[in-house]
């Protein structure tokens, strides 16, 4: 049961990280029924540009600088594969573009830093600490809480503050929070950024836990949408509680099955979410007018 236990805990710890990822899926699908694909490498150069600049400066201060590199990379993914798109109304043009944006992303960390993967220093004590005989490092808890928090400073904004208003109009209805006069395109733009920011910020976090190196986001990623297809795409404790499911799923089978298959529960619940829910769990399926 402790060893159960201990897997529960690191489980969530990793199903916190696939949330945040997912949850970035999210912003963009609510404001444009788009998604980029290039999620995990917006992860990926948050942590490079966070281990470069860690090098320079202390951990804490280096996060402010990350997450604004991590807005402008999403601004420019919009702006060059998501915005012609919409414009032609091309159905599935952005799929391909935000595709390939993330392979160039990915040639170019490995140009700029190497093919190799690298330890990223931890700002916190790597030794774990003890709770009723399970041990937890330290780390792993600022995942947790770094990744409710974001999630909750949004959902605050968009409650609170009336640009996070007329995101939330733009999600509901992006024609009719046009004719009101807002700015959707320019909500769009916004969603991406903050998309983008939350993976940097997922990246920075996590570095830290695991090897860093340019290879890193692409798993992450994609696991990442898995999530947000099980939770549902239009649903924030969704992609909590997708997250969770996964994460411990994957801590799980690979002690008491093998590693090689930690990855088989997640594809098969992505499978049976598809079959019987499409929408996710938590999702609710949208009737469109023609």
Same mark, same amino acid.
């Given at each position: ?32 029924? /788009? ?8 992860l990926m ?52 573009? /935000? ?8 040639n170019v ?34 995942? +947790? ?14 409650? &609170?503050?009336?640009?996070? &208003?007329?995101?939330?109009? /733009? ?74 499911i996964l ?25 049976? +979410? ?9 999702? &609710? ?6």
């Amino acid at each position: 049961m402790e060893i159960f236990a201990q897997l529960i805990l690191s489980g969530i710890a990793l199903g916190m990280i696939y949330g945040l990822i997912a949850f970035g899926y999210q912003l963009t699908f609510a404001t444009s029924g /788009t998604l980029n694909f290039g999620q995990g490498e917006a992860l990926m150069l948050g942590a490079m540009v966070g281990l470069t600049l860690v090098g320079h400066m202390n951990y804490w201060l280096m996060i402010p600088l990350v997450l604004v590199f991590g807005a402008l990379q999403g601004v420019l993914v919009e702006r060059l594969g998501v915005l012609p798109a919409l414009k032609t109304k091309s159905e599935f043009g952005w799929i391909m573009t /935000t595709i390939s944006l993330a392979i160039i992303f990915k040639n170019v960390a490995e140009n700029v830093w190497g093919h190799d993967d690298v330890t990223f220093p931890s700002p916190l004590p790597t030794a774990p600490l003890q709770f009723f005989g399970l041990r937890v490092l330290p780390m792993e808890i600022l995942v +947790v809480a770094g990744a409710l928090a974001v999630m909750l400073a949004v959902e605050i904004f968009n409650r &609170k503050s009336i640009y996070g &208003k007329a995101v939330v109009a /733009t999600s509901n209805d992006r024609d009719a929070a046009g004719l009101m006069g807002i700015n959707t395109g320019m909500v769009i733009t916004f969603s991406y950024a903050l998309s983008s920011m939350t993976a940097a910020f997922a990246g920075v976090l996590v570095a830290p836990l695991t090897l860093t190196g340019a290879t890193m986001g692409a798993v992450l990623g994609l696991k990442a949408f898995a999530v947000a297809i099980i939770g549902g795409l239009n649903s924030g404790m969704g992609v909590i509680v997708g997250g969770l499911i996964l994460g411990i799923a994957e801590t799980t089978t690979g002690y008491y099955i093998s590693t090689g298959y930690k990855d088989v529960p997640g594809l098969l619940l992505l499978l049976l +979410v598809l079959a019987i829910k499409p929408a996710g769990m938590f999702g &609710k399926s949208v009737i469109k007018k023609v």
